[in-house]
């Protein structure tokens, strides 16, 4: 068995199809409670035995900064064209633009302020922003075609950054 391909340690060497088998039939355990759209799989690693067993992914480092947490691990989603087609092209798309077919899946919001909630929410947090553009369903605001946002600053006093 490859052990290197599978990230297994010499530590564990002679128990690798124990680990495989724990983690198959764990996976198989959680899959009842969390389905899983993944189309490939993983191997994963040990990092101990017994009750304070983890395992986990190695990765090494990513590529992808802004999806990557210090740790470089990252709470991956997957999007199947089955189940939503327009926000899979739209990911497509940006792949075929920029060689990454990874896109950013975050709160929308300024640090600071609230969740947007509203239409009427996104279009003030992104005239208040740095972002080019706004898509809301079947439209696509460009920040350079709007007219500028005419607006007090009491916004500012209600939301204090911390």
């Not at 564990?12 to 759209?37: Q, R």
């Not at 990454?100 to 992104?126: H, K, L, M, Q, W």
């Amino acid at each position: 068995m490859p052990t290197r391909i599978l990230g297994i340690s010499a530590y564990y060497h002679g128990y690798e199809d124990e680990i495989l088998f724990g983690e198959h039939h764990e996976s198989h355990a959680a899959s009842a409670f969390y389905p899983s759209p993944f189309e490939q799989a993983a191997f994963v690693t040990m990092d101990g035995v017994g009750e304070w067993a983890t395992s986990s992914i190695g990765l090494g480092r990513s590529t992808i900064p802004a999806v990557t947490h210090v740790d470089y691990s990252a709470r991956i989603q997957t999007v199947r064209r089955e189940t939503n087609p327009t926000y899979y092209d739209i990911i497509e798309a940006f792949h075929r633009r920029t060689g990454c077919p990874v896109v950013v899946n975050t709160s929308f919001n300024v640090r600071g302020e609230p969740i947007v909630c509203t239409p009427e929410d996104a279009y003030r947090c992104f005239m208040r922003t740095n972002m080019d553009a706004l898509v809301l369903e079947n439209f696509i605001l460009e920040k350079v075609e709007q007219a500028p946002l005419v607006e007090d600053d009491s916004w500012r006093k209600e939301f204090v950054l911390d």
